[in-house]
């Protein structure tokens, strides 16, 4: 079994930042693509950001500029360092990882972390 585990949300008021972290445990073999994911009260779950094993990423247009992804292989970790907040960045956060595990054949499969909420208000 794999484990997301998500830290790093919270309270800001706007024009701040904030760093979220992402660790993967468990019956990892190889970790592919590890990404960032929101979802805001009524509105459908997006993508954020993601990052390839070897660094390359993209971000959805409305953080560009002022989010960046990365990641460090040898701990299982992603990173959101999240600079500008805007109010319409409140949302919960969700790790995403496609993961090559040591007990069961195939894959990659794709887990979610449980979510980590952030607020930015005055």
């Known amino acids: 079994q794999v484990q997301l585990v998500e830290s790093g949300g919270g309270l800001v008021q706007p024009g701040g930042s904030l760093r979220l972290s992402c660790t993967a445990s468990?019956?990892?073999?190889?970790?592919?693509?590890m990404a960032w994911y929101r979802q805001a009260p009524g509105e459908q779950r997006e993508l954020v950001a993601s990052?390839?094993?070897?660094?390359?990423?993209r971000y959805v247009d409305s953080v560009k500029g002022r989010f960046a992804i990365s990641r460090d292989n040898a701990k299982n970790t992603v990173y959101l360092q999240m600079n500008i907040l805007k109010p319409e960045d409140t949302a919960v956060y969700y790790c995403?990882?496609?993961?090559?595990?040591?007990?069961?054949?195939?894959?990659?499969?794709?887990?979610w972390g449980q979510g980590t909420q952030v607020t930015v208000s005055s």
């Open positions: 990052i390839t094993t070897g660094g390359a990423n």
């Open positions: 468990g019956s990892i073999r190889s970790i592919y693509s």
């Open positions: 995403k990882a496609d993961v090559l595990t040591t007990t069961v054949a195939g894959g990659p499969y794709r887990y």
